[in-house]
């Protein structure tokens, strides 16, 4: 990971031996030497690191500078059995280029996600992945339904910013259901707009830390206008178009329930499939 940051941060890919890698850029394979290899000025500490030894592979969550700009970025790397790298997969969450720009975002080191779950509480991977698949059928039509706990001090971060029990009050008055957390905004019915969680890939589970990442899309399909919550209160769809999300997003579960979430995504054209399928 270090020596593929440090490569990437020089824009020298001949550091490393990439020749046979199949390398992806927010969702589109590149040649290796194209796209952040021409951009990127700065290269943040990655504030997330989850290996995983059984798929001989990491995802980091760390951020990048492009001279004026600097973006969340999560990429997963994957070895081959020799030991060389393989895949790349990379989203580089560019504010520049989004409609909705999340105010404020600050990427920073959160210790909940390197706490040692005790070994006698540890999840399998197939428990991991059922969280994860939980959390998206939860947001998916979300009807208040929920298909996962989730710990009472859950917090969601996207993109660097905190959308749930959110402490910045500007944030509050814009997205009221930021002020919320993570279980509420589901029971209320919040992202019903949220057509379908597509796409979906386990692609690491740390054991050790509980620590399960998931890719896969949102697609909003634009046919939900207004609608009410489960409490009756009025609510209205922000996507009102064929519109669709890519995402890599990690979960910390304990004791089978979610305690934390961490989330890159972009905006892709509508129903667009992945290069990793």
Not at 119 to 131: F, G, M, V
Not at 206 to 230: M, P, T
Request: glycine content about 6%; some cysteine; aromatic content about 10%.
């Amino acid at each position: 990971m270090r020596s593929y940051l440090a490569a990437l941060a020089a824009r020298q890919p001949d550091l490393l031996a990439l020749d046979n890698v199949t390398y992806s850029e927010n969702n589109v394979i590149l040649d290796i030497g194209d796209g952040l290899w021409n951009t990127a000025t700065t290269i943040g500490e990655p504030y997330l690191v989850i290996p995983d030894v059984e798929l001989n592979s990491i995802v980091f969550f760390t951020t990048v500078t492009e001279t004026f700009d600097t973006s969340g970025m999560a990429t997963r790397i994957t070895l081959n059995s020799a030991g060389d790298v393989c895949e790349i997969e990379t989203i580089v969450a560019r504010q520049a280029d989004e409609g909705f720009k999340f105010p404020n975002p600050q990427f920073y080191y959160k210790a909940i996600f390197d706490e040692i779950t005790p070994t006698e509480q540890r999840h399998s991977r197939e428990e991991l992945a059922a969280a994860a698949n939980g959390y998206f059928d939860t947001l998916q039509q979300n009807d208040g339904t929920l298909h996962v706990q989730f710990h009472p001090e859950c917090d969601r971060v996207e993109n660097g910013v905190q959308t749930t029990r959110t402490p910045d009050k500007e944030l509050g008055k814009r997205l009221h259901q930021a002020t919320l957390s993570c279980s509420e905004q589901f029971e209320l019915g919040y992202y019903r707009y949220d057509d379908r969680l597509r796409g979906r890939r386990i692609i690491t589970c740390n054991n050790e830390r509980g620590i399960v990442v998931a890719c896969g899309f949102i697609d909003h399909c634009g046919k939900v206008g207004d609608y009410q919550l489960s409490d009756g209160t009025e609510a209205s769809s922000p996507i009102r178009r064929p519109h669709s999300y890519y995402l890599m997003e990690a979960f910390k579960v304990v004791n089978g329930v979610i305690r934390q979430v961490e989330a890159m995504f972009i905006t892709v054209p509508y129903h667009m499939k992945s290069p990793w399928d």
